[in-house]
Antibody
């Protein structure tokens, strides 16, 4: 049974770097039929796609975040990560990681529970 | 970016009602459309992908239709556990974008 679990600090200071990891269990992150993605949701607002990563390291990122964003994968640890630099209050959100099947259209078929990251001094 | 517009933004309905939610894309997206249900404090859950394919384990009262720019999510007979917020998402081209959400609450 697939499980995804986000981990990382819940509080980050403005201008600093936000780092999150998604630990995958119950499936191999090296499976060729999946990408792995990040999505965020500011409190009380809608969903925003952040980016996707393949086991090979291929990434797709939101253009508005691309200059600050790094998404990487660690196949040995079966996890993938997000790093966002120079954060502001606008980056305060619940961050979700999710799995993306690639053989039946693109979509998020399984999600982590999400982790709230607050940007504040 | 492709803009996804859902309507209505909210609706009130009763158990047993048929409910429809529409999602319009600002550009052609073929059938690259997914629907999610989200309950308060929880992660979204996939209902429909490629516009009309029912995700495994999702009740058959949920259905999706449409292609191109206009899409619909229908719930044939609303159940108590269906009161939630619903989002559409286009995955035809990057950056992927979501609709603003439709909140379904109890009349």
């Amino acid at each position: 049974q697939l499980q995804l679990q986000e981990s990382g600090p819940g509080l980050v200071k403005p201008s600093e770097t936000l780092s999150l990891t998604c630990i995958v269990s119950g499936d191999s992150i090296s499976a060729t039929t999946y990408y792995w993605g990040w999505i965020r949701q500011p409190p009380g607002k809608g969903l925003e796609w952040i980016g996707n990563v393949y086991y090979s390291g291929t990434t797709y990122s939101h253009p508005s975040l691309k200059s600050r964003l790094t998404i990487s994968v660690d196949t040995a640890k079966n996890q993938f990560s997000l790093t966002l630099t120079s954060v502001t209050a606008a980056d305060t959100a619940v961050y979700f990681c999710a799995r993306v099947p690639v053989t039946s259209g693109w979509h998020f078929d399984s999600w982590g529970q999400g982790t709230l990251v607050t940007v504040s001094s | 970016d492709i803009q996804m517009t859902q309507s209505p933004s909210s609706l009130s309905a009763s158990v047993g009602d048929r409910v429809t939610i529409t999602c319009r894309a600002s550009q052609y997206i073929s059938r690259g459309l997914a629907w999610y249900q989200q309950k308060p404090g929880k992660a979204p859950e996939l209902l429909i992908y490629t516009a009309s394919s029912l995700q495994s384990g999702v009740p058959s009262r949920f259905s999706g239709s449409g292609s191109g720019t206009d899409f619909t999510l229908a719930i044939s007979s609303l159940q108590p556990e269906d009161f939630a917020t619903y989002f559409c998402q286009q995955t035809n081209s990057f950056p992927w974008t979501f609709g603003q959400g439709t909140k379904v609450d109890i009349k």
